[in-house]
């Protein structure tokens, strides 16, 4: 129902709108996540593998266009119970960023999975940047980097180009060594030569910065004057997050920009230095149709975004997000909460569609969603063992028939066949239950 419209308007938006100074595309090449590793992280205690690559074998479909021999995967969805690691995934791609993007380390953060601080944290990222495929790898404890180390691909494989052992560099490019001596113990030497304007590093640098992005569980907390809705002063763009919006079946007349004076938070103290007491910022309200039981048109009455639905919310930050950036990798904790399941459908349809120039990785407890035309290599399953340790795998792990119009995951997965379900026993909830009414 919804997935014809949403793929014309975003179609449309992309040809007229690439150079609108509000709108952030980014000319050039892919940008995209390849691989990520890591280990003894929040409930990861083993190395874990997670690849956006299309596996060998399977149909070209739901990709980019291929890179040298590379098959790139538009999106990956990640299913499992309640507390078992999905979230933790995909923080860990976000943590990562984080560690990269900061420069100042003060203790370095080390939420390492419980009992296991006698080692490293480790994180690995294979990333397209600017035409290069680079792989960079650090492990760390709390005080101290113990390596790292930055790969390039070649046609031969990946070349070193530089490896740092704890203070000792074993690869380094000759006009790095000057740095060697500017690296503290808990600095990472990426950040370093970023600083002193190292090509390489300052494109991984970067694409953590800029071109990952991690929206969490809680997107609708996003209120009506936030900034990441300051792109719809643009009324072309205004008008196509309208249609999108409307696309997705939600009733909304209009989006309206509203102007209104604050006062500073340091209002008293801005007064005194003979500075401004007060802010403007823009407030979001939104029009919706409203009808008599006849079907007559009634006048139309607006919302304030703090008012609307918590769907709605998320559908109107999705859609700014969704068209105003392309060749980035969007992390989405809980993609499906708080919208329809054939809304949710049509967006992961969305997602792989031609259409699509960003990359998408999402978590979901809606299992519906595993037979929505993903190839194997894009299903992946956590499960939390007795010991608390979360393993991450794919459906690519399994034989199955991928891509067969009579082949069902969720199927399957009721049935057991690729783990990653919840025990739940029902006779004890039922006891306890019984026990408190008694007390």
Not at 34 to 50: A, D, G, H, I, V
Not at 157 to 162: P, T
Not at 417 to 427: C, E, M, Q, V
């Amino acid at each position: 129902m919804y997935m014809k419209g949403l793929k014309f308007i975003l179609e449309s938006f992309i040809m007229n709108n690439r150079k609108r100074k509000n709108v952030s595309y980014v000319e050039g090449g892919f940008k995209m996540l390849l691989e990520f590793t890591f280990k003894n992280l929040f409930s990861y205690k083993n190395e874990s593998y997670f690849s956006m690559e299309a596996g060998k074998g399977t149909s070209i479909m739901n990709e980019f266009p291929k890179v040298n021999k590379h098959r790139i995967l538009k999106s990956a969805i990640v299913f499992g119970p309640n507390a078992s690691g999905k979230s933790n995934l995909i923080q860990a791609m976000n943590f990562m960023g984080g560690m990269i993007s900061r420069f100042s380390w003060n203790n370095l953060p080390f939420p390492s999975f419980a009992g296991a601080k006698d080692e490293p944290i480790t994180l690995s990222a294979t990333i397209l940047k600017e035409a290069f495929i680079y792989r960079y790898t650090f492990s760390y404890f709390s005080e101290e980097i113990v390596s790292e180390k930055l790969e390039i691909k070649s046609e031969d494989g990946f070349e070193i180009y530089f490896d740092r052992q704890d203070d000792k560099y074993l690869v380094i490019p000759d006009d790095l060594i000057m740095l060697i001596d500017k690296t503290p113990k808990d600095f990472l030497f990426l950040e370093v030569a970023k600083t002193f304007n190292d090509a390489h590093s300052f494109n991984v640098v970067q694409w953590f910065a800029q071109d990952l992005l991690y929206l969490d569980t809680n997107i609708s907390r996003y209120h009506s004057s936030t900034k990441d809705f300051e792109a719809l002063k643009d009324e072309e763009y205004k008008n196509a997050v309208l249609k999108f919006m409307q696309a997705a079946d939600v009733n909304i007349e209009d989006i309206l920009l509203i102007e209104e004076t604050v006062k500073n938070i340091r209002g008293e103290e801005l007064e005194i230095l003979g500075e401004q007491p007060v802010v403007t910022r823009i407030r979001l309200r939104l029009k919706h149709r409203q009808y008599a039981k006849d079907g007559k048109r009634l006048p139309d009455f607006t919302l304030d975004f703090s008012q609307e639905s918590e769907g709605t919310r998320k559908l109107l930050y999705l859609a700014s997000i969704i068209l105003t950036n392309k060749n980035r990798t969007i992390l989405i904790d809980e993609f499906d909460k708080s919208l329809h399941f054939e809304l949710s459908q049509a967006l992961l349809e969305l997602f792989n569609s031609p259409e699509n120039n960003n990359q998408f990785i999402l978590t979901t407890h809606q299992l519906g969603l595993m037979d929505c035309n993903f190839k194997k290599e894009q299903i992946y399953f956590v499960e939390r063992k007795y010991d608390g340790i979360s393993d991450l795998y794919s459906a690519y792990d399994f034989s199955v028939k991928t891509n067969r119009n009579d082949y069902f995951y969720i199927k399957r997965y009721r049935e057991g066949r690729f783990g990653a379900t919840p025990i739940i026993l029902l006779d004890t909830l039922k006891e306890t239950l019984k026990e408190v009414g008694e007390l």
